[in-house]
């Protein structure tokens, strides 16, 4: 069935950085755009960044910039969220997310990746 | 940036209808979509393209659209409806998605 799978959780250290995967099954992966969200504690969604994975070409949130990079990896039909210089307001479930077209809904979710940042 | 408002939470009594509106300028123009989402789990595709359903999804659920305003309305609720709503659009001119900032909906 098509689903998509993240990895598991991480627990990180100010200053750090974090790469979480999602792999893609059941469908053709670079039909659809792969989106990351992510939800801190007590805060709605917060969309972060979008990959095309025909083309590889990411966009990113104006305030993840820098900081945030979204690549794929064909062979395996996986997409990859790193983000760096953690900090503790980074703490919160990521969701990985596709969707038909670049303005279309997210019809299918990853399970939820949850960082926390903690000295 | 482009901002959606949505009020922050909402009660309803069962069986009674919900309405969770989503404001943001011109949003007649744009895609709106729905989401389900209960704290800790994946959010769940209820209404998208302003007022198509997916599969799986009652047909006590649905969307609307006016100018400024779209509206996710929720008849006969259950108990079982309880999570926080969010809508989401694509502002073509950043080329970024955007998230309202969700609503609570207690089923009294």
């Known amino acids: 069935q098509v689903q998509l799978v993240q990895s598991g959780d991480e627990v990180k250290k100010p200053g750090a950085s974090v790469k979480v995967s999602c792999t893609a099954s059941?469908?053709?992966?670079?039909?659809?755009?792969v989106h990351w969200v992510r939800q801190a504690p007590g805060q709605g969604l917060e969309w972060m960044g979008i990959?095309?994975?025909?083309?590889?070409?990411?966009t990113y949130a104006q305030r993840f910039r820098g900081r945030l990079t979204v690549t794929k990896d064909t062979s395996t039909e996986t997409v990859y969220m790193e983000l760096s210089s953690l900090r503790s307001g980074d703490t919160a479930l990521y969701y990985c997310a596709r969707s038909l077209g670049d303005s279309s809904a997210f019809d299918v979710w990853g399970q939820g990746t949850l960082v926390s940042v903690s000295s | 940036s482009y901002v959606l408002t949505q009020p922050p939470s909402m009660s309803v009594a069962p069986g009674q209808t919900a309405r969770i509106t989503c404001g943001g300028n011109?949003?007649?123009?744009?895609?709106v979509h729905w989401y389900q989402h209960n704290p800790g789990q994946a959010p769940v595709l209820v209404v998208y393209d302003d007022s198509d359903r997916p599969s799986g999804i009652p047909e006590r659920f649905s969307g609307s659209k006016s100018e400024n305003t779209a509206t996710l309305t929720i008849t006969r609720v259950e108990a079982g409806d309880e999570a926080d709503y969010y809508c989401h659009v694509r502002d073509s001119s950043s080329e970024h998605v955007v998230f309202g900032g969700g609503t609570k909906l207690t089923v009294l």
């Open positions: 011109n949003i007649g123009t744009k895609s």
């Open positions: 059941g469908y053709t992966f670079t039909s659809y755009y």
């Open positions: 990959i095309n994975p025909l083309f590889g070409r990411s």
